[in-house]
Structure formats: C-alpha cells, structure tokens
C-alpha cells in the first residue's frame, strides 16, 4: 500500500484547508484509515479515522466539530477537510493505513501499518 498526503499550507487562523491521501497498491476493502498529525518535539498523535467499508468515523478531542474526514466513492482517495483551523493545529500530518484493522484499533497508532510522508499544515495567529 502506497499513501501520498497532499494539500498542507500556510493559513490563517479561522481559515480552511482540504488534505488529500491518494491510495494505491490497496487489495481488500475493509480495515481503518486515519490521519495523525506531530508537531515538532511532540510525538504523532491521532486526528480522525474511518471505518474503510462502511464508513464509520472518530476523531480526537481537539478536532471535533472542526474537521471531517471522508473518503471517495472509489476508495482510492482519503480526505480531511479542516475548518476553523487554529495555531495548535499547526503540525505534519500523515495519512494511515491498516488494511486489517478493526473498528476498536481506528484510534490506536501501531495499528497502522503503512504511513505516507507527511503534508505540512501551518496555521498562523
């Protein structure tokens, strides 16, 4: 499974920005994905995950009612759209993938076993 994060920037606070994860090498259609994302000095930490056959969704503390994770209808792309973005959100993010994973894992780190490189999002005050 290959994972390529797309979309990071510099924005403003209260701005939004959309992500992009392109899939491909992926060959069953169930498992979770996520996005995490690490500032610097601090270690990665969970953002959003979705149930990859039927679609369910949980996201940490800090995003929620904020940001949206979703994926397209093909399943070979996986988004997060990030609205009213604020300076601690400013990190890396990196898309996730665990094709075996299982609806209580969709929060837990190792048990993602394919990571992409990381998309910078920069949300200045």
């Known amino acids: 499974v290959q994972l390529q994060a797309s979309g990071g920037g510099l924005v403003q606070a209260g701005d939004s920005l959309r992500l992009s994860c392109a899939i491909s090498g992926r060959s069953n259609s169930g498992g979770n994905m996520a996005w995490f994302h690490q500032a610097p000095g601090e270690e990665r930490k969970f953002v959003a995950a979705?149930?990859?056959?039927?679609?369910?969704?949980v996201y940490g503390d800090s995003v929620k009612g904020r940001f949206t994770i979703s994926r397209d209808p093909a399943k070979t792309a996986l988004y997060l759209q990030m609205n009213s973005l604020k300076p601690e959100d400013t990190a890396v993010y990196f898309c996730?993938?665990?094709?075996?994973?299982?609806?209580?894992?969709?929060?837990?780190?190792?048990?993602?076993?394919?990571w992409g490189k990381g998309t910078q999002v920069t949300v200045s005050s």
């Open positions: 979705i149930r990859w056959s039927g679609g369910s969704t």
């Open positions: 996730a993938a665990a094709p075996r994973g299982i609806y209580s894992t969709l929060g837990t780190h190792s048990s993602y076993n394919y």
